[in-house]
């Protein structure tokens, strides 16, 4: 079993990251603005069933697998850096189109699939949750537990901050029914995810991995 004061650590850690804006909670956030709460909150599933994911591949051993193969590693960033910019292009083709509330119904379906779809192709998160977990866990005891009260600690803290970022997007609806400020966001967001797409191939060309 671990330590209380690990758990403890291992939180604060955890909440410290989680309350970064990156990518993925700017998504969720952009998702809450534009679609309303209800796509806000699917987008938050959809990134906590991909962190989730990771844990699952860390604990099967598949992420030290992943680490010795850099080719392949560099592949899942390349495909993970091209999805980002799908997602900028997107967002500039369809910028001040939609007006936010008036959502298809699929709009709950589709934050869910692109927030997991994000979430998978950053292999980033890979890197993070192996470089996170060994202090915390004890190799004397069975790893499959510890690993589970771990992802559990996460994911609870990630969809708690992810909350307040679906609140502050549904927050945003209001401002969004003018024109101007649609476009000037979706603009914005398409402009971020474009500049990431960029950074990781950036990163790729000089580096050859993803570090």
């Given at each position: 079993?671990?330590?209380?004061?690990?758990?403890?650590?291992?939180?604060?850690?955890?909440?410290?990251?989680?309350?970064?804006?990156?990518?993925?909670?700017?998504l969720v956030m952009t998702q809450a603005a534009w679609r309303?709460?209800?796509?806000?909150?699917?987008?938050?599933?959809?990134l906590q069933l991909g962190n989730a994911t990771w844990f699952l591949l860390a604990g099967l051993g598949l992420g030290a697998l992943a680490l010795a193969a850099p080719q392949a590693f560099a592949a899942l960033a390349a495909l993970g850096a091209g999805y980002l910019a799908f997602l900028g292009v997107s967002a500039w083709r369809h910028s001040g189109r939609d007006e936010p509330g008036?959502?298809?119904?699929?709009?709950?379906?589709?934050?869910?699939?692109?927030?997991?779809?994000?979430?998978?192709?950053?292999?980033k998160s890979l890197?993070?949750?192996l470089a996170l977990l060994p202090p915390f866990v004890d190799a004397d005891e069975p790893v499959g537990p510890q690993l589970a009260v771990l992802a559990a600690i996460a994911i609870s803290i990630d969809i708690a901050v992810g909350t307040i970022y679906v609140?502050?997007?549904?927050?945003?609806?209001a401002a969004l029914r003018r024109a101007r400020t649609r476009l000037w966001l979706e603009r914005t967001v398409g402009t971020i995810f474009l500049v990431l797409a960029a950074a990781i191939l950036v990163e790729l060309a000089l580096g050859g991995r993803i570090g």
């Open positions: 079993m671990i330590e209380p004061a690990k758990l403890a650590t291992f939180a604060v850690v955890t909440g410290l990251v989680s309350l970064l804006p990156g990518p993925q909670m700017v309303g709460p209800r796509a806000g909150a699917a987008a938050l599933a959809g008036e959502a298809p119904r699929r709009a709950g379906k589709h934050a869910l699939v692109t927030s997991l779809a994000v979430s998978l192709s950053n292999p890197v993070y949750v609140l502050a997007g549904g927050g945003l609806q």
